[in-house]
Protein backbone atom coordinates (compact mmCIF):
# COMPACT_ATOMS: atom_id res chain seq x y z
CA UNK A 1 0.00 0.00 0.00
CA UNK A 2 1.27 3.58 -1.09
CA UNK A 3 0.87 6.40 0.49
CA UNK A 4 1.77 9.62 -1.45
CA UNK A 5 2.56 12.82 0.62
CA UNK A 6 3.35 15.90 -1.08
CA UNK A 7 5.93 18.21 0.33
CA UNK A 8 5.17 22.21 -0.22
CA UNK A 9 8.13 24.49 -0.18
CA UNK A 10 6.94 27.92 0.05
CA UNK A 11 10.13 30.09 1.09
CA UNK A 12 11.96 31.30 -1.61
CA UNK A 13 15.16 32.73 0.08
CA UNK A 14 16.66 29.10 0.78
CA UNK A 15 19.09 28.73 -2.39
CA UNK A 16 22.58 28.19 -0.37
CA UNK A 17 25.73 27.05 -2.01
CA UNK A 18 26.60 24.70 0.76
CA UNK A 19 27.44 20.83 0.80
CA UNK A 20 24.10 18.91 -0.21
CA UNK A 21 22.19 16.54 2.40
CA UNK A 22 22.96 13.68 0.30
CA UNK A 23 26.69 14.82 0.00
CA UNK A 24 27.12 15.18 3.68
CA UNK A 25 25.21 11.53 4.21
CA UNK A 26 27.96 10.01 2.23
CA UNK A 27 30.38 11.87 4.21
CA UNK A 28 28.90 10.11 7.21
CA UNK A 29 29.17 6.73 6.15
CA UNK A 30 32.60 6.85 4.62
CA UNK A 31 33.52 8.17 7.71
CA UNK A 32 32.62 4.96 9.67
CA UNK A 33 33.23 3.03 7.41
CA UNK A 34 29.86 1.96 5.69
CA UNK A 35 29.94 0.65 2.34
CA UNK A 36 26.18 1.69 0.42
CA UNK A 37 25.00 1.55 -2.94
CA UNK A 38 23.03 4.80 -4.27
CA UNK A 39 20.18 3.69 -6.68
CA UNK A 40 19.51 7.30 -6.94
CA UNK A 41 20.54 10.67 -5.42
CA UNK A 42 18.72 10.34 -2.20
CA UNK A 43 18.02 7.23 -1.39
CA UNK A 44 20.94 4.47 -0.13
CA UNK A 45 20.79 0.63 0.29
CA UNK A 46 23.43 -1.49 2.27
CA UNK A 47 24.57 -5.23 1.27
CA UNK A 48 24.15 -7.39 4.20
CA UNK A 49 21.20 -5.19 5.88
CA UNK A 50 17.91 -5.24 4.70
CA UNK A 51 17.29 -1.95 4.33
CA UNK A 52 17.26 1.15 2.55
CA UNK A 53 17.25 5.08 3.72
CA UNK A 54 15.61 7.88 1.97
CA UNK A 55 16.74 11.06 2.39
CA UNK A 56 13.99 13.83 2.68
CA UNK A 57 15.32 17.33 2.03
CA UNK A 58 13.92 20.18 3.15
CA UNK A 59 16.39 22.92 1.22
CA UNK A 60 15.07 22.93 -2.03
CA UNK A 61 13.25 25.16 -3.57
CA UNK A 62 10.90 22.56 -5.72
CA UNK A 63 7.88 20.87 -4.50
CA UNK A 64 9.04 17.87 -3.18
CA UNK A 65 6.78 14.19 -3.15
CA UNK A 66 7.83 11.99 -0.64
CA UNK A 67 6.14 7.84 -0.86
CA UNK A 68 5.71 5.94 1.77
CA UNK A 69 5.78 2.40 0.49
CA UNK A 70 4.24 0.58 4.06
CA UNK A 71 4.38 -2.90 3.01
CA UNK A 72 6.99 -3.54 0.58
CA UNK A 73 10.36 -4.76 1.28
CA UNK A 74 13.01 -3.80 2.11
CA UNK A 75 12.84 -1.94 5.52
CA UNK A 76 12.75 1.90 4.93
CA UNK A 77 13.79 4.67 7.03
CA UNK A 78 13.01 8.45 5.96
CA UNK A 79 15.48 11.32 7.24
CA UNK A 80 14.28 14.14 7.59
CA UNK A 81 16.54 16.85 6.80
CA UNK A 82 15.39 18.43 9.98
CA UNK A 83 16.64 15.93 12.40
CA UNK A 84 19.82 15.66 10.41
CA UNK A 85 20.83 19.35 10.91
CA UNK A 86 18.89 20.00 14.61
CA UNK A 87 20.12 16.29 16.03
CA UNK A 88 22.81 14.74 14.25
CA UNK A 89 24.98 13.23 17.07
CA UNK A 90 21.27 11.10 17.85
CA UNK A 91 20.45 10.20 13.81
CA UNK A 92 24.12 9.22 13.43
CA UNK A 93 23.78 6.70 16.52
CA UNK A 94 20.95 5.57 15.71
CA UNK A 95 21.39 4.69 11.82
CA UNK A 96 24.56 3.40 12.88
CA UNK A 97 23.34 1.02 15.41
CA UNK A 98 20.28 0.27 12.16
CA UNK A 99 23.68 -0.59 10.46
CA UNK A 100 25.06 -3.26 12.64
CA UNK A 101 28.02 -0.72 15.00
CA UNK A 102 25.92 -0.79 18.59
CA UNK A 103 26.94 -1.88 22.02
CA UNK A 104 24.40 -4.76 22.59
CA UNK A 105 23.26 -4.73 26.10
CA UNK A 106 20.80 -7.59 27.03
CA UNK A 107 17.50 -6.87 29.45
CA UNK A 108 18.04 -9.94 31.28
CA UNK A 109 20.48 -8.20 32.76
CA UNK A 110 19.20 -5.11 33.26
CA UNK A 111 16.24 -3.73 35.77
CA UNK A 112 13.57 -2.06 35.98
CA UNK A 113 12.34 1.13 37.83
CA UNK A 114 9.77 3.73 38.21
CA UNK A 115 11.43 7.16 37.57
CA UNK A 116 10.27 10.68 38.54
CA UNK A 117 9.75 13.12 35.67
CA UNK A 118 13.20 15.45 35.42
CA UNK A 119 15.17 11.63 34.86
CA UNK A 120 12.45 10.59 32.18
CA UNK A 121 12.72 14.01 30.63
CA UNK A 122 16.59 14.52 30.20
CA UNK A 123 16.65 10.93 29.02
CA UNK A 124 13.99 11.08 26.37
CA UNK A 125 15.26 14.84 25.41
CA UNK A 126 18.66 13.48 24.68
CA UNK A 127 17.76 10.15 22.92
CA UNK A 128 14.47 10.33 21.53
CA UNK A 129 13.36 11.74 18.29
CA UNK A 130 10.39 13.91 19.25
CA UNK A 131 11.99 14.61 22.74
CA UNK A 132 9.97 14.80 26.51
CA UNK A 133 5.67 14.12 26.20
CA UNK A 134 3.71 14.27 28.94
CA UNK A 135 2.87 11.30 30.45
CA UNK A 136 1.70 9.89 34.05
CA UNK A 137 3.77 6.59 34.54
CA UNK A 138 7.86 6.41 33.91
CA UNK A 139 10.42 3.65 33.99
CA UNK A 140 14.13 3.48 33.49
CA UNK A 141 15.77 0.43 32.92
CA UNK A 142 19.50 0.10 34.38
CA UNK A 143 22.13 -1.78 33.56
CA UNK A 144 23.99 -1.06 36.74
CA UNK A 145 23.88 2.61 37.44
CA UNK A 146 23.62 3.45 33.85
CA UNK A 147 19.97 4.20 32.85
CA UNK A 148 19.80 2.85 29.22
CA UNK A 149 16.23 3.43 28.58
CA UNK A 150 13.13 4.86 29.40
CA UNK A 151 9.18 4.14 28.62
CA UNK A 152 6.39 6.52 29.31
CA UNK A 153 2.57 5.60 29.60
CA UNK A 154 -0.26 7.87 30.07
CA UNK A 155 -3.21 8.08 32.76
CA UNK A 156 -6.20 5.84 31.19
CA UNK A 157 -9.11 6.69 29.49
CA UNK A 158 -12.26 4.60 28.90
CA UNK A 159 -12.42 3.34 25.56
CA UNK A 160 -15.47 1.51 23.86
CA UNK A 161 -14.52 -1.62 22.89
CA UNK A 162 -16.15 -4.94 21.17
CA UNK A 163 -14.96 -7.40 23.54
CA UNK A 164 -16.57 -11.13 22.66
CA UNK A 165 -19.71 -9.54 21.00
CA UNK A 166 -20.63 -7.06 23.71
CA UNK A 167 -19.39 -3.60 23.95
CA UNK A 168 -17.23 -2.89 26.75
CA UNK A 169 -15.37 0.49 28.09
CA UNK A 170 -11.98 -0.55 28.85
CA UNK A 171 -9.27 1.51 30.76
CA UNK A 172 -6.99 2.03 28.16
CA UNK A 173 -3.32 3.53 28.40
CA UNK A 174 -1.44 5.10 25.61
CA UNK A 175 2.84 3.80 25.45
CA UNK A 176 3.31 7.45 24.58
CA UNK A 177 7.43 7.03 24.61
CA UNK A 178 10.46 4.48 24.50
CA UNK A 179 13.88 5.24 23.91
CA UNK A 180 17.10 3.55 24.36
CA UNK A 181 20.76 5.06 24.08
CA UNK A 182 20.88 5.71 20.54
CA UNK A 183 24.22 3.74 19.75
CA UNK A 184 22.55 0.61 22.30
CA UNK A 185 20.34 -2.21 21.06
CA UNK A 186 18.74 -3.72 24.44
CA UNK A 187 17.21 -7.06 23.46
CA UNK A 188 14.35 -7.60 24.95
CA UNK A 189 13.85 -4.38 26.03
CA UNK A 190 10.47 -3.16 24.71
CA UNK A 191 9.33 -6.86 26.63
CA UNK A 192 10.75 -6.10 29.58
CA UNK A 193 9.63 -2.43 30.16
CA UNK A 194 6.08 -3.24 28.79
CA UNK A 195 6.06 -6.50 31.91
CA UNK A 196 6.51 -4.10 34.33
CA UNK A 197 3.90 -1.33 33.81
CA UNK A 198 1.54 -4.47 33.29
CA UNK A 199 2.36 -6.02 36.82
CA UNK A 200 2.56 -1.98 38.19
CA UNK A 201 -0.72 -0.70 36.86
CA UNK A 202 -2.73 -4.26 35.50
CA UNK A 203 -4.09 -2.08 32.33
CA UNK A 204 -6.87 -3.52 30.69
CA UNK A 205 -5.69 -1.78 27.23
CA UNK A 206 -2.53 -0.15 25.54
CA UNK A 207 -2.10 1.59 22.91
CA UNK A 208 0.80 2.57 20.97
CA UNK A 209 2.13 4.33 17.65
CA UNK A 210 4.80 3.57 15.36
CA UNK A 211 6.43 6.45 13.69
CA UNK A 212 6.80 5.75 9.52
CA UNK A 213 10.18 7.41 9.59
CA UNK A 214 11.42 5.25 11.43
CA UNK A 215 9.49 2.17 11.82
CA UNK A 216 6.95 0.15 10.45
CA UNK A 217 6.02 -1.21 13.85
CA UNK A 218 7.01 -5.00 13.95
CA UNK A 219 8.34 -4.70 17.58
CA UNK A 220 4.92 -4.05 18.43
CA UNK A 221 3.43 -6.97 16.57
CA UNK A 222 6.23 -9.32 18.16
CA UNK A 223 5.04 -8.50 22.12
CA UNK A 224 1.35 -9.26 20.68
CA UNK A 225 -0.49 -5.92 19.46
CA UNK A 226 -2.50 -5.88 16.59
CA UNK A 227 -2.45 -2.99 14.11
CA UNK A 228 -5.49 -1.35 14.46
CA UNK A 229 -5.84 1.94 12.07
CA UNK A 230 -3.42 4.79 11.54
CA UNK A 231 -2.60 8.53 12.33
CA UNK A 232 -2.92 10.52 9.13
CA UNK A 233 0.23 12.76 8.16
CA UNK A 234 0.97 15.98 10.52
CA UNK A 235 1.78 18.99 8.85
CA UNK A 236 4.69 20.92 9.90
CA UNK A 237 5.95 24.19 9.06
CA UNK A 238 10.23 24.35 9.27
CA UNK A 239 12.18 27.45 10.93
CA UNK A 240 15.07 26.82 8.97
CA UNK A 241 16.88 29.07 11.22
CA UNK A 242 16.49 26.73 14.34
CA UNK A 243 15.69 23.44 11.88
CA UNK A 244 12.36 23.18 14.22
CA UNK A 245 9.30 22.22 13.67
CA UNK A 246 6.15 24.03 14.20
CA UNK A 247 2.53 23.57 14.03
CA UNK A 248 1.65 27.13 13.34
CA UNK A 249 2.75 29.20 10.34
CA UNK A 250 5.19 31.76 10.60
CA UNK A 251 7.03 34.10 8.11
CA UNK A 252 9.69 32.30 5.83
CA UNK A 253 9.27 28.83 6.72
CA UNK A 254 8.65 26.20 4.69
CA UNK A 255 5.52 23.98 5.40
CA UNK A 256 5.92 19.73 5.02
CA UNK A 257 4.22 16.70 6.16
CA UNK A 258 5.39 13.78 8.16
CA UNK A 259 4.59 10.52 7.32
CA UNK A 260 1.96 9.45 9.85
CA UNK A 261 2.09 6.88 12.12
CA UNK A 262 0.53 3.10 12.47
CA UNK A 263 -1.52 2.68 15.65
CA UNK A 264 -1.42 -0.73 17.81
CA UNK A 265 -3.40 -1.95 20.55
CA UNK A 266 -2.69 -4.88 23.09
CA UNK A 267 -5.90 -6.26 24.82
CA UNK A 268 -5.04 -7.26 28.43
CA UNK A 269 -8.12 -8.75 30.07
CA UNK A 270 -6.58 -11.96 30.69
CA UNK A 271 -4.16 -10.15 32.89
Not at 57 to 79: H, Q, W
Not at 134 to 149: F, Q, T, W
Request: charged fraction near 25%; hydrophobic fraction near 40%.
Amino acid sequence: MNFLRKNKVRSLFFNFVNMSFSSEFQCFLSRNGISFGQPSADVFSFDGFHLRIVLVSLSSGDALTVTKSLDNEPDTIYLYEDMWMRRRDFAEKRILAHLGKFRNVFARKCFVKRIDSDTAAAFLNRNHAYGNAASRYKYGMYLGEELVAVSCFSSPRRMPRIICGQEKLLRSYEWVRYASLPDCRISGGMGKMLKAFIEDVHPEEIMSYADLEWSRGETYRKLGFKEAGSRPPVTFYLNRETWKRLRKPAPETIEFVNLGSRKYLLNNLEN
